[in-house]
């Protein structure tokens, strides 16, 4: 089946310590998006990457960082995470930017900064 | 500003109706989302609607909107224990060239045996 994978779903890490998220798709969408959840609250946007093209959301932390090196997968660079960032770091996909767009979502990766 | 409302909670009795409702903001031509999210899962779109409409139906789920209040609704007929989970609003917008989902904060529903 076609679908947005992320991995780990669980992530531990040390405050400071540079953390690392993976997310693949094997629906070949031109468009990946990161989001933090945090608990109790909405989806937030991060930035996205129409084919290599970067967009960053104006008010997301320089803290944060994505690569993609291909189609098929996006990472989640967080440089020193601190105790804020502890969230549900969602990966979606769209096959194209547009209004009516349906954006595919993984199960989330978990992060706990100690 | 694109702020989505929703409650955040809504507890029904096995076999009736769930009607979970949201409020947007932005007042041009767009779409307008339900995701359901289980605990431990991603958000799996359940239904959506364009805003030149005005209801959709699909099985057990109708979506009625008032353009004029800005108010979206998402009705469960026969809510199952399955239907537990978290219900997101979103609205699609446009900002700087690109088009965004704007969420709501989510409306926990909690199906009562």
């Known amino acids: 089946d076609a679908m947005v994978i992320q991995n780990p779903r669980y992530q531990v890490t040390q405050f400071g310590k540079p953390v690392t998220l993976s997310c693949s798709q094997t629906l070949n969408h031109n468009v990946m998006y990161w989001y933090q959840q945090k608990s109790s609250q909405a989806p937030k946007l991060l930035f996205h990457?129409?084919?290599?093209?970067?967009?960053n959301e104006a008010d997301t932390p320089d803290n944060f960082q994505s690569r993609r090196p291909n189609t098929s997968f996006c990472f989640l660079d967080i440089r020193s995470p601190g105790l804020g960032d502890a969230a549900m770091y969602l990966c979606?996909?769209?096959?194209?930017?547009?209004?009516?767009?349906?954006?595919?979502f993984g199960p989330g990766t978990r992060l706990t900064v100690l | 500003g694109e702020d989505v409302e929703q409650s955040l909670f809504l507890s029904v009795r096995e076999g009736d109706s769930s009607v979970i409702n949201c409020t947007y903001t932005d007042s041009s031509s767009t779409y307008l989302y339900w995701y359901k999210q289980e605990p431990g899962a991603g958000l799996q779109l359940l239904t959506y609607i364009f805003s030149n409409m005005d209801m959709k139906q699909d099985q057990r789920l109708t979506v009625l909107l008032n353009k004029k209040d800005k108010h979206l609704s998402l009705r469960i007929a026969d809510t199952q224990t399955g239907d537990s989970a978290i219900y997101f609003c979103?609205?699609?917008?446009?900002?700087?060239?690109?088009?965004?989902?704007?969420f709501g904060k989510g409306t926990k529903l909690s199906v009562i045996p």
């Open positions: 990457y129409y084919d290599k093209d970067f967009n």
């Open positions: 979606a996909t769209s096959r194209r930017q547009g209004l009516g767009m349906e954006q595919f």
């Open positions: 979103a609205e699609s917008i446009q900002q700087a060239g690109s088009y965004q989902l704007t």
